[in-house]
């Protein structure tokens, strides 16, 4: 099996508000993006506890995204789980290319 991982084209990096969430879908996989002190960071959509949407969560003072369901809370870089409850957020390295934003998995 090909496990390599390649770069998706996704959205124009103006399409998002600085601390701004955006979920998109890219090739078939629902990803949260967030825009925060001009970096780009990526994430499954779907909380990894019960399925909240993280795109309709917050962003908290020092930069967790919080679920909006039970209100657990990920580091969207690293994925861990900041609020002590022993989940695992998948995340996703990102990169721009001529202003739009480009997610690897
Ligand atoms: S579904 Fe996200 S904290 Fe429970």
Sequence with gaps: MNTTAVWHSG???SDIVADGLL???L???L???LLREEQVFAFAARCP????RLCEGRIDGKG?????VHHYKFHPKTGRNTSGEGYQ???FPTKLEAGRIFVQF
Aim: include cysteine; proline fraction near 8%; aromatic fraction near 0%.
């Design 11 to 13: 959205p124009l990096l």
């Design 49 to 52: 506890h019960a399925g909240g």
């Design 23 to 25: 979920e998109v879908e």
């Design 27 to 29: 090739s078939g996989k």
């Design 89 to 91: 957020l998948k995340t």
């Design 31 to 33: 990803i949260c993006i």
């Design 64 to 68: 967790n995204i919080v679920c909006p």
